[in-house]
C-alpha cells in the first residue's frame, strides 16, 4: 500500500489555481502559479473530471472500482498517488475528515 498521508474520509476539490483543458479527449492542467503544465492521460482524466465538484475520496473510490478491473487494492492505490500528486502540484484541496 502506497502512504500519502491522505485518509479516504477526506473530501477533494479542485484547487483555484489549476486550469484545465480538454485536448484530444484528455485533460492538460496548468498551475498559472507555478508555471507548469500537466497532461493526465486517459485514467487521470477521467478522474479530474469526477472532482469536478467536491467528494469524498471513498466515493471517488467506489466509483472506480464500478468502472475499472484491477487487482485488490491497486485502484486505491493509484488513486491516492494521483491525488497525491496533484495536491503536492497545488492542483488539488484535501479537507480533512470532519
Known sequence: MVQTGIELGAIVSCSP???ATDVNGEIVLMNLERDR???LGVTGSDIWRRLAAPVRISDLLSQLNDVYDAAPGTIEADLLRTLAELHAEGL???HPNE
Open 37 to 39: 503544465c500537466y497532461g
Open 92 to 94: 488539488l484541496l484535501i
Open 17 to 19: 489555481a489549476a486550469v
